[in-house]
């Protein structure tokens, strides 16, 4: 039952989110033309790779051609790292999970006791390493900077399913001598991204095609280019070359995470609704909203009826 409704609600976002970028796109207030190229290098720091600055300003790279970034563009701008590849692909799938909103990252610990995993995925690089310090784990954390590590990065199970204690341990250079340093890591890692994420996690490793992610890896070129960079800007929505965060990448439908998306979309809702839109327009959001809020409260009451099914199992024991 809270997978269907899980389901449900994963749907109706994914309408919301259509009715969204529909009048967005009928506004001139475009929020990804925004971000200009010195707001995209500020990003860079955030999400943990500064190394590559200069390149992307060189470039002018703006919120609009982040969207549209493929990954013969990021070859020409020197980032040659899978790691770093996946870094920015989830980098951009959060700024589109919070509609390119320019202050959605989260760079300072906030309420600890009631985290999920959709404000996990809004952490910056030195809010990682905030965490780490949290957990008694000070010695490594400078070990992440320009590692490309980042909360979108490291919700493996939610958005990267590659990205696992294993390869934090590695980028943090805890050798796997210290077996009790990596275990201490790895109880809070899981503790941190849920049970969810973790199952997500196995489903991974157990697909025949998956491989182990390491900081050496490198992306090879699909085929050689010419064009050299200046080609983005030229790019169209219907470029058949390949996106470095796709148009129909999957976005999470963990129940936790989806409670957080009903938050960002009640912001865009009360955004919205300073806009002057047809009557048929507004009573079709104000539908939506009303399905979302009710799947919701299925969602949470059936959590509620399986914890206490849960809890009954148990003390049969």
């Not at 976002?13 to 259509?18: F, I, K, P, S």
């Not at 200009?36 to 200069?54: A, E, S």
């Not at 957080?260 to 539908?287: C, F, P, W, Y």
Request: glycine share 6%; proline share 3%.
């Amino acid at each position: 039952m809270m997978s269907d409704a899980s389901e449900m609600l994963a749907a109706a976002l994914e309408q919301m989110d259509g009715i969204i970028a529909a009048l967005s796109l009928e506004q001139d207030d475009d929020l990804k033309g925004r971000l200009d190229h010195n707001w995209v290098t500020r990003w860079l720091d955030d999400i943990g790779l500064p190394q590559y600055k200069n390149h992307f300003d060189e470039a002018r790279v703006d919120g609009r051609m982040l969207h549209y970034m493929t990954v013969e563009d990021l070859l020409s701008l020197k980032v040659g790292s899978v790691l770093h590849h996946l870094s920015i692909k989830r980098a951009i799938q959060v700024l589109r999970l919070n509609s390119y909103a320019s202050n959605c990252l989260r760079r300072r610990p906030s309420d600890e006791n009631n985290i999920t995993p959709a404000e996990i995925s809004q952490w910056t690089n030195h809010r990682v390493m905030e965490w780490l310090r949290s957990v008694d784990l000070a010695e490594y954390a400078p070990n992440l900077r320009g590692s490309g590590v980042h909360g979108g990065l490291m919700l493996r199970g939610v958005l990267e399913p590659r990205f696992n204690v294993e390869t934090l341990a590695l980028l943090l250079n805890i050798p796997p001598s210290k077996t009790l340093l990596r275990r201490h890591l790895a109880t809070h890692f899981h503790l941190l991204i849920g049970s969810e994420a973790q199952r997500l996690k196995q489903e991974c490793l157990e697909n025949p095609d998956y491989s182990v992610l390491t900081a050496t890896a490198k992306v090879k070129p699909s085929r050689l280019s010419f064009g050299g960079f200046g080609t983005l800007r030229r790019k169209r929505q219907d470029d058949s070359e390949e996106y470095v965060c796709p148009m129909n990448v999957e976005m999470p439908k963990s129940s936790s995470f989806l409670r957080g998306r009903v938050q960002i979309h009640e912001e865009n809702l009360d955004h919205l609704e300073q806009m002057e839109d047809s009557e048929g327009t507004v009573k079709q959001i104000g539908a939506f909203s009303e399905g979302i809020n009710n799947l919701t409260s299925m969602l949470k009451d059936d959590e509620f009826f399986q914890e206490i099914s849960v809890k009954e199992d148990d003390s049969l024991w």
